[in-house]
């Protein structure tokens, strides 16, 4: 059984050597121009097919060993400055976005778009706020914040979304999990960390967020 698990992991690796080789990452027989260009298409292409935000690890394997990639995308943004999409840093990697201000003739047009985000009721929304600002928080701490039963249809709308994991249990008595926010959260959002998100004490002040017990 181990020596045939072996075999199917060389048999991996093997295929993956031979992709690798195929693609020439250094384009050492091109002009340091044409070079570059290439980069940035590749780059570009890689953005536009990926369904969530391309780390820099990922864009590392398409490029050569030398090659900037914060250049290259600054390179990438400025020639898509005049275009209605743009390439994005959130949630650690770059994602191909629209650009905001079309967002409207977008949803006008009712087309079906790749990436629409999870349609959320506004009780739904304010419990993934109240859980991006508190986590890792549990299930009757939000009760106590919002001063009504979370249930658990509402944790499970948010978990189906991509919006939410499992925490940390909490050392309250019965260990219940906590939820915290997701890569996708930040990546749904246009956020590149946590530290994006609106000055709390700004919210409490609206009467937007409270953390006191009902409110």
């Known amino acids: 059984m181990a020596e045939t698990e072996a075999a199917g992991k060389t048999r991996t690796s093997r295929t993956k050597d031979a992709r690798e080789r195929l693609l020439d990452r250094e384009l050492s027989d091109l002009p340091l121009e044409l070079r570059w260009r290439e980069w940035m298409l590749r780059v570009e292409a890689v953005n536009f097919a990926a369904a969530e935000p391309v780390g820099r690890e990922t864009l590392a ?63 739904d929304a304010m419990v993934l706020m109240a859980i991006a600002y508190f986590q890792p928080i549990t299930r009757g701490d939000l009760s106590k914040i919002f001063g009504k039963e979370v249930g658990r249809d ?54 937007l967020l409270s953390r006191k017990e009902g409110g």
């Open 61 to 123: 394997r398409v490029l050569g060993k030398d090659c900037s990639i914060d250049l290259l995308i600054d390179d990438l943004q400025e020639e898509l400055r005049d275009r209605p999409y743009e390439i994005v840093f959130v949630a650690g990697g770059w994602q191909h976005r629209t650009r905001s201000r079309f967002a409207v003739p977008i949803r006008a047009s009712q087309a079906s778009t790749r990436s629409a985000a999870p349609s959320l009721s506004d009780f």
């Open 154 to 207: 509402t944790i499970a709308s948010l978990r189906n979304a991509g919006f939410l994991a499992s925490g940390p249990r909490s050392p309250t008595p019965g260990a219940p999990y906590t939820y915290v926010t997701t890569r996708q959260f930040l990546s749904a959002f246009g956020l590149q960390t946590l530290r994006d998100l609106p000055d709390v004490e700004a919210l409490e002040d609206a009467g």
